[in-house]
């Protein structure tokens, strides 16, 4: 409970490496995360080079505070681990497919492990996703047939906000039935 309580979303970072046994540490988390039918469907670009980060900050609404974090883990869904690799498929914000849907649950799960990992390493993160499939796959060379489900800047955080608040647990949870 302690990373999950003290977990928060990081847009000051300090001009401080982050340790590549850190960086590993934190995608070992991922890898570990469940799946559907254990399909993996999660895959990570890591992005340290200035250049590329200012050109995802820039595809991601124009967040240029983004650029300030060490690290970009850019967070791939690949729907091949689903669909078979003759289908010619293009996905995006738009798309039908109800395994579209699978890979990206999948995907945020792993997600997630990596915001509570690097919390518990003592690093600081926060998940980006104001973007379109078209504005950030380019940058990084992504085919059509992957879905980019977020940004997640990675450092040490220069800020120490306090916690947003929260429903109540009366608010957010039923028994048995909606009503």
């Known amino acids: 409970m302690r990373e999950i309580e003290k977990r928060r979303s990081i847009r000051n970072y300090l001009n401080k490496k982050v340790e590549k046994e850190k960086l590993m540490q934190v995608l070992e988390g991922a890898r570990l995360a469940p799946s559907g039918s254990n399909t993996q469907p999660w895959r990570f670009i890591i992005i340290e080079a200035e250049e590329t980060k200012e050109k995802l900050a820039m595809a991601d609404h124009q967040q240029e505070w983004m650029v300030a974090a060490p690290i970009f883990i850019v967070c791939v869904a690949d729907i091949r681990s689903r669909i078979s690799m003759d289908t010619d498929i293009t996905l995006n914000e738009n798309s039908s497919e109800p395994e579209l849907k699978q890979i990206i649950r999948d995907t945020a ?27 950030v796959r380019p940058i990084l060379n992504i085919p059509e047939d ?29 028994y048995e039935t909606w009503q």
């Open 146 to 174: 992957k879905y980019v489900c977020g940004i997640i800047t990675l450092g040490y955080g220069d800020e120490k906000p306090k916690q947003r608040p929260r429903k109540k647990i009366e608010e957010i949870v039923r």
């Open 109 to 135: 799960i792993a997600m997630e492990h990596i915001l509570l990992e690097a919390e518990n390493l003592g690093l600081s993160t926060c998940w980006t996703a104001w973007f379109e499939q078209e504005a």
